[in-house]
């Protein structure tokens, strides 16, 4: 079992920052950052796997940064020039692997931190 624990939500204006926090209870090889508008489906933002290749969604690049305090098994999700439509909760995901050099599938989610961009 992994537990996730996510903060940092807010809200903020357009071009604002915000830097989302994800503590998880224990190592786990690959972690993400997702995001749900209202009557959107679940999207993908940021993936942190095991080799460090971070990937990120067309919509955030060069924008969000996603990095990974290892010793704390902290993830975090830095969020620059904010927009409108980055409104959404996000949740911080875990495959709960520790062994192997893989992902495997995210079944460790944490219960959401909300982030309200205002024009």
């Known amino acids: 079992q992994v537990q996730l624990v996510e903060s940092g939500g807010g809200s903020v204006q357009t071009g604002g920052s915000l830097r989302l926090s994800c503590a998880a209870s224990?190592?786990?090889?690959?972690m993400a950052w997702f995001r749900q508008a209202p009557g959107k489906q679940r999207e993908d933002v940021a993936f942190?796997?095991?080799?460090?290749?971070?990937n990120y969604a067309d919509s955030v690049k060069g924008r969000f940064t996603i990095s990974k305090d290892g010793i704390k098994n902290i993830m975090y999700l830095q969020m620059n020039s904010l927009k409108p439509e980055d409104t959404a909760m996000y949740y911080c995901?875990?495959?709960?692997?520790?062994?192997?050099?893989?992902?495997?599938?995210?079944?460790?989610w944490g219960q959401g931190t909300q982030v309200t961009v205002s024009s």
């Open positions: 224990r190592y786990t090889n690959c």
């Open positions: 942190m796997p095991l080799d460090g290749n971070t």
């Open positions: 995901a875990a495959d709960g692997r520790n062994w192997g050099r893989s992902c495997g599938g995210y079944i460790y």
